[in-house]
């Protein structure tokens, strides 16, 4: 933490202070031309004399505007007692950037986050940049004001993208750390400052009102902020009050093209590939025995088109009261952030699941015949019947080409009546509300003109929540296709012969209508007519439905108190010391999060005896619309032909929980089909029943107790070079309580059979024989031997267990060295030296006591009969056994470490008039990283604490944890150059010229994933989703370059500036859940810019977002070779915001 509220400087000091003081401050967007004194960090308590607004001598020239806002970042980098780069109000309000994340991503060496990464999907971009990394590290400690701030998301840091640019005066990112600082951000501190009374040396009131265009969306949305302040004197001393209100609307659009990955299929004689309807008779490996590699094809089938709308809200209230005399100072400070989001995601996709792809046909292909591989896997994503598990990680020589474009047909047709392969149109209603609120007391007294004191304390409470609502829809077509990023093509056909059979009829009654030799009907048929088109509400079938949940409040109290003691004067070594400083804290936080899995059920599926057309019910345009994807990608063609439109849920209903729950519940036709109940009614309870289960609830409360010792030295040597620096040590202690349950997960039920005279409509049961038919589908025996009870009861009675509180208490310790030097040449140039170590804390979601304990099973078939005459073909004739092979444990892991890292920067510093030029290199090795893996529950805490096995029905079996451990290490290192300029030396409107520009050069490894446990011994990973292809080694999130470039214009009227963004690719996950293989995004650029006119006390101001146009892409790695294969592109609106302030 950087202790702009404790550290001050030495009197050999002030007198450069005052040297400065003409270099001010601007304001936030409200007061761009307002100025402030620089608050450095080693300031003590300002007194109106001493204030450096108030000590500008009259008739000197004022910089206001960018250039100002530039200055004064310089000088808090010059300054600074550590490694720090900063941005002031003036900077984030002249660039078009909608939250302080985007804002901060333009400071060398940091990045902004536009996808999750890390997790198993990917392919979920925000429409503003969500997080930042800082030298391509995630572990970042996020400050308001010099004090912790937090999201109650279950995480640990601050989300960024939901704070307005209208409440923060500047940002200082600190990529090193001095003793005071608060420990938890290795890979940097980012410190939000917001205003002050005193920050304005006059009284102020400004209003601005601005409009964004987002132009995919096609929508205009409003924002607007008012900022008043007044200073004040009394025979008490000065007061000064300050107020913000802010709020502001973002309607956004993006559009997204997936594609899947490419899977090893059988060319035919004809150049197509056949499609395999029985996979039964057929298993997959079958298909490449005995084939020479030159006929095996990597086909690309796979696709999706994903809109989503997103709507966002933010309001932000801010007010701050100070009052201060010539040696005592209290400021406090009220913030509030809300932040409300609601999106409806619409998806029209086909993947090929486990089974490869085989239940589909590709003909007319178009194929890159120079393309091949050494082996690529069978399968896309997790795996499973009818592919063994082991076969599915089998790489297949692939020698016949990539197929570039064809066509996909699908011949299957059951008593479904379906032809053509099922697509899914899934649409997705998300809402999420966020609020921080803090309040903080902060007291600087200088009690002599030697020892300083604060005291500072703080309340912060935030509560985050999320709902999802999840409709799935199925239709059925055949498709062309053409695989680009860029220009990709579909095409949906409806098979003519393609008709529904509403009411599972397969064996009764006739297809289609049958008419006599007269022309009369004398039957109706039962099958639903061809759909005439893609949005015909008669050919979708309402398949299933989700909910989910999410809730956390969180509380912090914090205090501290620091010492600093001025020692500067002392004769030989004495003189080297400049000041020693003392400090302690305490912190409590308590968070309570409560997370229910996502609750997926079947609505109207084939298996229940009916398929929910959408046609058939009983107000269907309430329930279903059709949605048009001609536009997609600005209509760049994607979807061709007449079928462009597609049947979804309504979208009135996605973001309507009631109505959603309200709508299925009165369709008649829903009354006996399906098996989703949903988790919460319309006053928030699950049918009598709470949204959350016991074991889907945590709560933690975490206690920190720190003190830390500073030492600044400085000593001046002949010929005007000098050395200050600092040297210290840190000692935090940490207290974890973390309380939950242990659930355990049941197995299905086991249904007994239908009773032989209760007809074709009984539920609940099992037919020994087909009711319609008479034919056999068990044998007499197959029900006391098809379940895990009939074999194995205990393990059955072990799963069945009712959820166990559970608590644990840790205690981590650890001392924090830190040193820091400059050694400066002359006024201009100076070295920089810093070290130190760090932590970083798991996140509160992570350290959840909460656990979930799943038995998996292995059965053991009869061998497959394969005489058709046999009377035995195609009975089920139970199992020969059924065994519990291990025991699954998710969720949290209250043990886990804090990663830890040394941290070496080295830099070189020029800072001239109008201008620096900084070249750095850094260095940082990192240990107990925290990553998603598999290990054995008894090694994750020591000594005995948690069983590693048990045993059940005479087998011990393992108990296999899957979740956040910590298993790997990293280093990082690299270059950074930054360099700005104004040419104030150039003649004419020339002189208003200047430029901005950075380069961060990365180099990071570290330990590949783990790769999934084989606890039983079958040669098999128990967990394909923990199968980790390729040993990508890379860090998540790094780019290997990123580079800023910003031109600027600035004179009396106008202030111009043109920003480009670029990283090169980096890694989003090791395992995609799609594909199974690691994901890169690919390089990226963003051009914006801003204008603005400077009219009195008017301003007029415009700007303009992603001007290029510019997608976000990725790629996977498909093969050992670390050959790539795209994987997705998403389209963002370009954004057009036009507004004015005015002040007084």
Known sequence: MKMQVLAYPSRSAKRLLMATSALTLAMTPALASAQTAITPPDEKVPTPLANAQDATPEGEIVVTGIRAALESAKEIKRRSSTF????????IATLPDLSVAEAIGRIPGVTISRFPTGGASPDFPSPEGRGNLVRGLGFVRSEFNGRDAFSANGGRALDFSSIPPELVGGVDVYKNQSADLIEGGIGGLINLRTLEPFDSKKDLFVISVDTTYSDLRKNWSPQGSITAGKRFNTGIGEFGILGSYSRSRLDSRINGWQQSQPIPRVLDANGNVPEISNLNDDPRPNEFIGVDPSRIIGITPGFQLRTNDVDRERISYYGALQWRTDSLQATFKYIRAENKINSTERTLEWFPDHNGGVNIGVSNIARNNNWGSNGLPMCSGPGGRPVAPGDCETLYPTRGGLMESGLVTSNQDSWTGARGRDIGMLGIGKIEEATTEDFSLNVKWNATDRLFIVLDGQYTKADARQRQIWGGMNSYFNYSIKQDLDHPRVEFFIDPTHRFNPSNTRFTGDRDPVTNAAG???????????????????????????????NGTGDLYALRSDLSYDVSGGDGLAGWFDSVKFGARFAERSQVNSEMALNWGAIAPAWAGGYGIAGTFQNPNQGFEAVSFKNFFRGDGVVQGSNTDFVFVNGNLLNNYGAFRNYISSEPQLATLGSWVP????????????IYRPEDTSDITERTKNAYVRVDFKHDFDGGMSIDGNVGVRYVRTELQSSGFQAFRPFNPDLPSCSPTGGPN????????????????RTDDAESRDDIRDFAPQAAAYASQAPIPTSYSLVDERWLPSFNMKFNLNREMLFRFGYSKGLTRPSVQDLRASQEFVVTTQRTSFQQITDRNDPLFGVDRGAQEISASEVR????NPFLKPTTADNFDLSYEWYFK??????????KKLSNIITNG??????????DQLQGTVTLDGRTLNIIYNGAVNQAKATVKGVEVGYQQFFDFLPGPLKHFGIQANYTFIDATTTPPGNAVDADGDGNPDDLTAVFRWGVSDLLGQSKHIANAVAIYQ??????????????????????????NPIYAEDAGFLDASLKFNIGNLQLRGSIANILDTKSKAYGIIDADGQRYDRFSFLNDRRIVIGALFRI
């Open 914 to 923: 109008g201008g620096y030029l900084s070249i750095a290199g850094f260095y």
């Open 1051 to 1076: 004179d009396k009227v106008v202030e111009a500036r043109l920003a480009y963004n670029w990283r090169s690719s980096y890694l989003l996950t090791y395992r995609d859940y799609v594909t199974g």
């Open 889 to 892: 444990v998710s969720r949290g």
């Open 762 to 777: 009984q539920t609940g049961c099992q037919y020994t024989f087909d009711p319609t038919t008479g034919r056999r589908l």
């Open 520 to 550: 009369v009907v004398t039957s109706p048929g039962v099958y639903i007519p061809t759909p005439t088109s893609s949005g015909d509400f008669n050919g979708a079938n309402f398949q299933f439905a989700a909910d989910q949940f999410q």
């Open 84 to 91: 720090v780069d900063s941005i002031t109000a003036s900077d």
């Open 934 to 943: 598999d290990q054995p529950l008894g090694t994750l805490a020591p000594g």
């Open 679 to 690: 988790r919460g009614t319309n006053d928030g309870s699950r049918f009598g029943q709470a």
